[in-house]
DNA sequence: CTTATCACTTAGAATCTGATAT
DNA sequence: ATATCAGATTCTAAGTGATAAG
């Protein structure tokens, strides 16, 4: 039997260990904590019956055909999609077709005039990308065009009162090495700077900007003082704050100039929004978790170290005057604008374009329909790897296992990492045997496995689960002579894993189970949670709770806000105040009413049924608050974003705004419908996932 | 097979903005 | 008019997974 053999030397790291005492307290606070989960819907999602749907997946498997520029008419897709709804996706002012681009605009430009003919004026200026034929040759575009990134702002050196105290002697950095340490100054108030591997490679780089008399001066961080340097940026940015209203639209003028600039490029006939156009600029390393790097110096990117990648037929980006780029290439099989190798990592960065992009959409449609695909198939999946927890091979029954929790707790891949340059944190697969405890019975439940370990982020996750017996002793088998710091599945990696997923469906790997899972547990507890009878808020918690229980199932965590105490207490005073009124509203009508039946005119009819409305009208904002409340109170740290906007099939979420008529701004704000404007088209009521 | 590289998605925190309260 | 706060937006780190190279 072959061993699996990965150091883990990770603790032998000899020169952090005298400063270790330090970072424990603050260790112990960074700790997540979060609520046990509920398991309950993997009963839930098996549901076979599939309704049948006018073959979806043509879509995306168009069949091969040549799609260079000669017969663009051909590649139109007659898709059955409702026009009705295009009053909800009004102004996106950014997906214009592009008209300057003279040379280019030849087929698709006429099919698009034709067709626009039929829409109203206003619905033909958004290009309906989802109806169009996809490219089949692996290409993402045929014609490219942009003006390059934008710059970081040069150094501008402090003001010459500014001092920067070295062993309490003033002391005049050069250039260089002034601007490092003001990118220290500026996080003193942060965590991080009390941090001993942060300070110790900021230390280090530091020193490498130094002019060799600096170099042989400074040798001590703990003798520098940056507080001037400190109080100097603060009061900056109080300044900023205070800035009259001209000076702040004049700025706001100016980044809307840039962002008109660089903020778009031209894609096969059509001007798209950049994602990231401005480079990173220079700064300190700030890793998530425990980073060996943290407090590393980031360097300026100049025009050298950026690769453009574009149309060769385009106008290319000019780089700023008197440099050069790194690079100008033509590769359509890529999606970037252009790239730079950051220094961190060496790995590479890359300017890309927005989600509301097509490119970006097209990735994200297909993210759904294998999703959507795996659905008809999963039923067969998992009673597969049921079997294989009792296959003789060792390998298959780690895979079977590990699998099973993929599916079941929507665990990470878990890729294998680099040791030493990055935080330790782990997925599905790089499980250490310290991160599972096994309980043969706990409480009332038998066959308990609890998970503790860092995860993506390292944002923890703890879970207690039950599991079926046959899994429990697979784990126990797994855990069999392995040291804590051992792999619990030594004969496994994504690779194996996903090699394996491959042959069970076509494109499936192991994400598409996270997308699944929550896609599906969205769409059921909607199914769950939904009362038509309820009032537009009440919807809304009912839609937030679903997505709570998305958001808990993929362990989207987060820090509860800074105000949220406050906050709350605001929303109880709001409340408090509300119920006041309220019970002051009932107290007039109950007197308006003792006057009618007084009186019995006309007059104090009215008057009651006037005050009637009044009591309804502050019920109904009482009830509102009181929800808001709620929702707040369980979304303490819980983030829904990421989850609303990278797992859940927005069609999902289209179709019950339609069904429970509720207004899709309500659910996704302007960002979010841009992205989603695929889907706000496309999804009826009666969809399915 | 293992490892490295590349391209892309997913992630929470930081920062900004504009609506509302004061 | 100004302060406050919540939601929107930006930022960039940290994953996944395909494929090339060794």
Known sequence: KKHKDKEKLKHSDGGSDKHREKHKEKDKDKEKRRDEKVCSWLSLCSSPSIKSEPEEDNGFYPSPQNNKSSKRECEYKPKKVKAEHDKKAKKRKHEYEEDEDEEHKKKTKDKKVADGKKAKKEEEEKWKWWEEERSTDGSKWRFLEHKGPVFAPPYEPLPGKVKFYYDGKPMKLSAPAEEVATFFAKMLDHEYTTKDIFRKNFFKDWRKEMTSEEKSTITDLNKCNFSEMSEYFKAQSEARKQMSKEEKQKIKEENERLLQEYGFCIMDNHKERIGNFRIEPPGLFRGRGDHPKMGMLKRRIRPEDIIINCSKDSKHPKPPPGTKWKEVRHDNKVTWLASWTENIQGSIKYIMLNPSSRIKGEKDWQKYETARRLKKCVDRIRSQYRDDWKSKEMRIRQRAVALYFIDKLALRAGNEKEEGETADTVGCCSLRVEHIKLYPKMDEQEYVVEFDFLGKDSIRYYNKIPVEKRVFKNLQLFLENKQ?????????????????????????????????????????????????????????????????????????????????????????????????????????????????????????KKAVEVKRKAVQRIEEQLMKLQVQATDREENKQIALGTSKLNYLDPRISVAWCKKYGVPIEKIYNKTQREKFAWAIDMAEKDYEF
């Open 484 to 604: 804590p710091e051992d792999d619990l599945f030594d004969r496994l990696n994504t690779s194996i894993l996903n090699k394996h997923l491959q042959e069970l469906m076509d494109g499936l790997t192991a994400k598409v189970f996270r997308t699944y899972n929550a896609s599906i547990t969205l769409q059921q507890q909607l199914k769950e949670l939904s009362c038509s009878d309820d009032s537009v808020p009440a919807k809304i918690l009912s839609y937030n709770r679903a997505n709570r229980a998305v958001a808990i199932l993929c362990n989207h965590q987060r820090a509860p806000p800074k105000t949220f105490e406050k906050s709350m207490q605001n929303l109880q005073t709001k409340i408090d105040e509300k119920q006041n009124q309220l019970s002051a509203a009932r107290k007039q009508l109950k007197a308006a009413k003792a006057d009618h039946k007084a009186s019995h005119d006309e007059k104090s």
